[in-house]
């Protein structure tokens, strides 16, 4: 079971960095209580659909216990959501979640697909230029999860796990494999046959089982 810390949405908006214009959906507002459909959180936005929205990515969640780490590793103060997350908690962080985990989050039901392929707009939002590659290097990325049950989520809602479809692959190991270790071929074909994964996440892998067949023809 986890609390929640912060239950955030947000439209996407402009903020600058470097004098330079940026739209994105990652500047998201706290609020107490917000529906959650198979699209997404009412109210919430992604400005680049190809790492955001969708039904497979409908709720971003960051681990909470993650904010100590980076506060210590770049001297400053970090509030939720910093990640354009919409659940940031505690007690799921990625080592102890797998791909296809199933959760009562207030009264909806989701499913965790794929862990989250981090961008430069954390960077640029944050203001702090290493803040992207090293959530790379730890793979320390959060995750997503598609909607199985709509409901109503509050601020004050549990994230409580009601089943586990498989227990080889966490988020953190398959995420290293998207992110550092590509030419693991025998993890991606395992990681293919997991019903729940995400399907941007599955042509990933098949795009990266691809290239490896033709270097070995």
Same mark, same amino acid.
């Not at 199985?148 to 398959?174: F, K």
């Not at 941007?200 to 067949?213: F, H, P, T, V």
């Given at each position: 079971?986890?609390?929640?810390?912060?239950?955030?949405?947000?439209?996407?908006?402009?903020?600058? &960095?470097?004098?330079?214009?940026?739209?994105?959906?990652?500047?998201? *507002?706290?609020?107490?209580?917000?529906?959650? *459909?198979?699209?997404?959180?009412?109210?919430?936005?992604v400005a680049n659909p190809?790492?955001?929205?969708?039904?497979? !990515?409908?709720?971003?969640?960051?681990?909470?216990?993650?904010?100590?780490? &980076?506060?210590?590793?770049?001297?400053?103060?970090?509030?939720?959501?910093?990640?354009?997350?919409?659940?940031?908690?505690?007690?799921?962080?990625?080592?102890? *979640?797998?791909?296809?985990?199933?959760?009562?989050?207030?009264?909806?039901? $989701?499913?965790?697909?794929?862990?989250?392929?981090?961008?430069?707009?954390?960077?640029?939002?944050?203001?702090?230029?290493?803040?992207?590659?090293?959530? $790379?290097?730890?793979?320390?990325?959060?995750y997503f999860l598609r909607?199985?049950?709509?409901?109503?989520? !509050?601020?004050?809602?549990?994230?409580?796990?009601?089943? !586990?479809?498989?227990?080889?692959?966490?988020?953190?190991?398959?995420?290293?494999?998207?992110?550092?270790?590509?030419?693991?071929?025998?993890?991606?074909?395992k990681l293919l046959l997991?019903?729940?994964?995400?399907?941007?996440?599955?042509? !990933?892998?098949?795009?990266?089982?691809?290239?490896?067949?033709?270097?070995?023809?």
């Amino acid at each position: 079971m986890t609390n929640i810390v912060a239950l955030s949405v947000g439209k996407e908006k402009e903020f600058l &960095w470097r004098e330079k214009a940026i739209v994105s959906a990652i500047g998201k *507002t706290q609020v107490k209580e917000v529906k959650l *459909t198979v699209d997404g959180f009412v109210g919430d936005g992604v400005a680049n659909p190809s790492f955001h929205g969708g039904p497979d !990515r409908a709720v971003c969640y960051y681990p909470f216990e993650h904010y100590a780490k &980076w506060e210590k590793e770049f001297n400053t103060k970090l509030k939720p959501p910093v990640f354009g997350e919409n659940v940031c908690g505690t007690g799921f962080i990625e080592k102890d *979640t797998y791909i296809g985990d199933i959760f009562s989050l207030g009264t909806a039901v $989701v499913q965790i697909t794929q862990g989250r392929i981090p961008c430069s707009t954390i960077s640029q939002f944050n203001g702090i230029n290493t803040f992207l590659p090293k959530i $790379v290097e730890t793979c320390l990325t959060g995750y997503f999860l598609r909607v199985l049950e709509e409901g109503i989520v !509050r601020e004050d809602s549990e994230l409580q796990l009601i089943e !586990r479809m498989q227990e080889e692959y966490n988020v953190l190991e398959a995420t290293k494999i998207m992110l550092l270790d590509k030419k693991n071929y025998a993890a991606m074909e395992k990681l293919l046959l997991i019903p729940s994964l995400a399907e941007d996440w599955r042509n !990933r892998y098949q795009k990266a089982m691809s290239k490896l067949e033709k270097i070995s023809e």
